[in-house]
């Protein structure tokens, strides 16, 4: 129970401490290092608030502290917790992709591929470390300068991939990387933002409807999901098609397709659900065309063979340096499936199957080739 400042007491028992300027970052930081586990099952809603603020009204009493209006101070608590605090005006602006934090007074965005430095100052070293263990502990990882020094997180109630990299791995600072979900914006609204011209548009409204299977490449942050978002929303309704991601950045606006996310576990009771198997999987969902968030690894011999046997019109990203290039990367990728299948067989299989690839760079369209033989 808080201890009533009114409540007559021996003159031998101490007065309740007077709450310190910071109390709720204090009752934070104890949290993020003591409760990490109770911060992530309140994060996923697999505990409820009324637990969280328990455990605030214990780390009170057990420091002799009094607070006036327990409920206002929980919830300024959870604001902090739950919150991304000094980076928060970033993460609501839906036309930042990336937060890139070097140190605690070297915070870059990027907006449409255009990077910008921010005036974000953490304050000091000490204070960016803290932040570093809230986020992760927010998304349900672990972080630890000797064993844990580098966490890729996933925060699914935003959708957003975090990394995160602490000393020794890194050698001058605490640094963050946080990739924002883009996505949700149509064709139209892309040619008024810059990323194609109207002549592309037009391109590819026709491209989806005449069922044109589309790769979309570039490096990371070049805007390959942004588009491939935009395009799935091209498909006709009357269609049906599977959305397989790694994280939940595209949230299609067409009523007919259903969504799926890799998952997978440290834990080996668990089973996971690769990229590869869910690719396989949707092969029995009675689709019309299938659309993966970005090919990595082996999926793409699925990928393409759904395409080869009938599934035109789907689409993929995938990371490559020029849209000549794309290729050759699609058939090392399938090679890793273990097929026996020779090099120039598979090569055969895209010529026949992937009609577009799009390079994109900087949040534009740059080049759009047809593939021939």
């Known amino acids: 129970m808080l201890i009533n400042p009114f409540e007559v007491r021996p003159d031998n028992e101490a007065e309740p401490e007077k709450p310190p300027k910071d109390l709720a970052g204090e009752i934070v930081d104890e949290l993020v290092m003591n409760k990490s586990e109770l911060i992530t099952a309140v994060q996923e809603e697999k505990a409820s608030n009324d637990t969280l603020i328990q455990e605030i009204r214990n780390i009170i009493r ?52 255009t990077k910008l430095r ?21 998304c349900g990882g672990k972080l630890d300068e000797n064993s844990n020094a580098e966490a890729v997180l996933t925060d699914r109630k935003r959708n957003m991939r975090i990394v995160i990299s602490l000393k020794p791995v890194n050698v001058l ?10 996505t949700g914006y149509t064709l139209a609204e892309l ?3 810059g990323m194609i011209t109207q002549s592309e548009k037009t391109f590819f409204e026709t491209a989806v409807k005449e069922r044109k299977t589309i790769v979309i490449a570039g490096k990371g942050g070049s805007g390959k999901t942004t588009l491939l978002g935009a395009l799935i929303d091209e498909m006709p309704e009357y269609e049906r098609g ?20 890799v998952k997978l576990s440290d834990n080996p009771e668990v089973k996971d659900y690769t990229l590869f198997e869910l690719t396989k999987i949707g092969l029995l969902m009675s689709l019309d065309r299938i659309f993966i968030g970005e090919i990595k690894d082996r999926e793409a011999f699925d990928f393409f063979n759904a395409v080869y046997t009938g599934h ?46 799009v390079f994109m760079k900087d949040y534009k369209v740059v080049e759009i080739e047809e593939v021939r033989e």
């Open 118 to 138: 921010v005036p974000v100052d953490f304050g000091s070293e000490e204070n960016l470390l803290k932040y570093c263990y809230k986020v992760a502990a927010m």
């Open 312 to 357: 035109t019109g789907s689409m993929a990203t995938v990371h490559a340096n020029s849209a000549g290039e794309v290729v050759n990367r699609l058939v090392q990728l399938m090679k890793r499936c273990g097929t026996d299948i020779p090099f120039d067989d598979l090569r055969e299989m895209l010529y026949s199957s992937l009609d577009l690839v």
């Open 173 to 182: 600072s605490p640094s963050i990387c946080i990739r924002k979900p883009t």
């Open 191 to 193: 040619v008024d933002k």
């Open 242 to 261: 599977l959305l397989i991601q790694e994280t939940f950045e595209i949230k299609p606006r067409h009523p007919d397709v259903v969504c799926k996310l």
């Open 62 to 113: 057990d420091k002799k502290i009094w607070v006036e209006d327990l409920t206002y101070f929980a919830k300024r608590v959870a604001d902090i917790l739950f919150g991304y605090g000094i980076l928060q005006p970033y993460i609501d602006d839906p036309d930042i992709s990336d937060i890139l934090v070097n140190s605690k007074n070297v915070v870059f965005i990027k907006k449409f591929g």
